[in-house]
């Protein structure tokens, strides 16, 4: 499965440790979970140890959490298809966007904006479905720090009515926001696009995962 990154790439960056990753190997060759894949990528391995600070034993917990989550919610983590009807609807309800500039502390953001109002088409598990798909194209990239949530749920205010613009930007620096909100980039329409493009060649990274998710189920 692609990277933009390698493990040696984040350990240059000395935000974690070869012998971390070595441990997780380790015990991924051991453990007895059979929901748990015995091999991961290294840029897995990296991802888990960054959201748990490097913490190994709790690592540990959070791979074996993080596919049993997967295992009892497959309408949100399977048949992640982009050809699929109720995902492209979805995707039309729901404009969203993997900001392509992140914070100055490495936070990445990602955009939502309610682009279609009748609720008839308004399908919250295929949108929350989305959400983590987002997640996975931003992970393709060199892992942020953190994330940030930006939503615009058209008609209603971004931010307090009384909030002004310069407090938004401290919150948001002008260089990570679309033109439309007063930021640097382009419009939330090129992004939304953008991110289709982005959405569609991950497309073959999710039909891996879930072929290795169903085999070790069986």
């Known amino acids: 499965m692609e990277f933009n990154y390698t493990a040696q790439d ?3 960056q000395n935000r974690t440790k070869m ?3 070595n441990s ?14 015995p091999v991961l990528q290294e840029q897995m391995i990296v991802q888990f140890l960054l959201s748990c600070d490097n913490d190994v034993e709790f690592t540990k917990t959070t791979i074996s959490a993080f596919y049993r989550c997967k295992k009892a919610a497959p309408e949100l983590h399977d048949d992640r ?5 109720d995902i492209r609807t979805a995707l039309n309800t729901m404009h969203m966007a993997t900001l392509p500039v992140r914070t100055d502390d490495n936070c990445a953001i990602h955009f939502f904006k ?3 109002t009748n609720y008839h088409n308004y399908d919250v598990s295929v949108i929350m479905k989305l959400s983590f798909m987002l997640v996975d194209v931003t992970l393709k990239n060199n892992p942020p720090d953190g994330l940030m949530v930006f939503l615009d749920m058209k008609g209603i205010k971004i931010h307090p009515s009384d909030m002004p613009n310069e407090r938004l930007y ?22 939304h696009e953008i991110t289709l493009g982005q959405l569609n060649d991950r497309q073959a990274f999710w039909e891996i995962e879930e072929m290795i998710r169903k085999e070790l189920g069986k």
């Not at 997780?24 to 894949?37: E, G, R």
């Not at 926001?177 to 329409?189: A, V």
């Open 10 to 12: 984040v350990i240059d």
């Open 24 to 37: 997780i190997k380790d015990w991924l060759s051991m453990c007895n979970d059979k929901l748990v894949p």
């Open 114 to 116: 309610l682009n279609d």
């Open 170 to 191: 401290e919150l948001v620096p002008k260089k990570c926001l679309p033109k439309e909100y007063g930021g640097d980039l382009p419009s939330e329409k090129e992004l």
């Open 81 to 85: 298809d982009m050809r699929r009807p």
């Open 19 to 21: 012998e971390y990753i």
